[in-house]
């Protein structure tokens, strides 16, 4: 693994807890995520949006999955989590 991409794992496994510690009502979290990343939420769709494509990226080249396969994946448990919830 390269120095960048385990520094972009690293990345997104601690803006993951940090999203996690805020959905367990950490407010110290969530005043730090509405701080420094909702500009607008234009701004926060995009960064969201380039996160989530270099992480499906990264995850694809660590378990030789194709990318693909991996939004696949993500939109399978969302999906499977909103039939839950209705």
């Given at each position: 693994?390269?120095?960048?991409?385990?520094?972009?794992?690293?990345?997104?496994?601690?803006?993951?807890?940090?999203?996690?510690?805020?959905?367990?009502?950490?407010?110290?979290?969530?005043?730090?995520?509405?701080?420094?990343?909702?500009?607008?939420?234009?701004?926060?769709?995009?960064?969201?949006?380039?996160?989530?494509?270099?992480?499906?990226?990264?995850?694809?080249?660590?378990?030789?999955?194709?990318?693909?396969?991996?939004t696949r994946q993500l939109r399978d448990a969302v999906a499977a989590t909103?039939?839950?919830i209705k």
């Amino acid at each position: 693994m390269t120095p960048e991409a385990a520094e972009e794992i690293d990345a997104a496994r601690d803006a993951l807890a940090l999203v996690d510690a805020a959905l367990d009502g950490n407010n110290a979290a969530a005043q730090f995520i509405v701080s420094n990343y909702t500009d607008s939420a234009g701004v926060l769709l995009r960064e969201l949006l380039s996160i989530t494509e270099v992480f499906a990226r990264r995850i694809g080249e660590l378990t030789e999955t194709d990318p693909h396969e991996i939004t696949r994946q993500l939109r399978d448990a969302v999906a499977a989590t909103e039939g839950e919830i209705k």
